[in-house]
C-alpha cells in the first residue's frame, strides 16, 4: 500500500499496477505521457483517478492472442478498480487506444469532456456494468460549475 502515487508530467512505457492499494489520489496527468498499456486492472485507489492532459498509447507489442484483451488495443486499463474519488479524463486527455473501466466502482463524478478517445474501428471508451455514484460529463459543464482552468473542486 503506498499513501499517493504522482507520475504527473513523466514520460514512461508500460505500466503494470494490477491490484496496486494506493490511499488517496493516483495523478498521471499534466503532460504524463505513457507509450505501452497502462493497466490499473483491481486496483484500489482512496481517492480520484485524474487523468487531466494525460496521454496513452496503446502498446506497440502485441499482447499474447489468448489474452482476451488483446483484439481491443487498449491503452488504459482500470477495470474492476474500486476507486474513492472522481475520475478526470478531460482537459487535454487523450489515448490512442481503448479505455476501459468495465466493473469499476467510483465513488465520485466522471469527467470526459475535452478527451480524445481514440481508437479506430474499435470499442474506444467503456464503462460497461461499472457502478458510478456521480454523474459523467461527456460535454462541457453549465455555467455553474465551469472548470475553465480544469482545476478539480475542494
Known amino acids: 500500500m503506498i499513501p499517493r502515487l504522482d507520475l504527473n508530467g513523466s514520460y514512461t512505457g508500460e505500466i503494470d499496477a494490477r491490484g ?24 484500489r485507489i482512496g481517492g480520484g483517478l485524474d487523468a487531466r492532459d494525460g496521454h496513452f498509447v496503446r502498446s506497440k ?9 488483446a483484439q481491443w488495443k487498449v491503452a ?8 474513492g474519488g472522481d ?26 469532456f475535452d478527451g480524445r478517445f481514440i481508437n479506430p474501428h474499435l470499442t474506444a471508451l467503456d464503462f460497461s456494468r461499472s457502478e458510478i455514484d456521480g454523474a459523467i460529463w461527456l460535454t462541457p459543464l453549465t455555467a455553474q460549475f465551469k472548470p475553465t482552468s480544469c482545476q478539480r473542486p475542494h
Not at 507489442?61 to 484483451?69: D, G, I, K, T, W
Open 20 to 43: 496496486i492499494t494506493v490511499d488517496n489520489d493516483v495523478e498521471i496527468g499534466q503532460g504524463f505521457h505513457a507509450s505501452g498499456e497502462v493497466s490499473f486492472y483491481g486496483a
Open 61 to 69: 507489442v502485441e499482447p499474447q492472442p489468448s489474452f482476451a484483451l
Open 76 to 83: 488504459l486499463l482500470a477495470s474492476s478498480a474500486k476507486i
Open 87 to 112: 475520475v478526470w479524463f478531460c482537459c487535454g486527455f487523450e489515448s490512442l487506444g481503448a479505455v476501459f473501466m468495465q466493473r469499476a466502482k467510483i465513488k465520485g463524478e466522471v469527467y470526459a
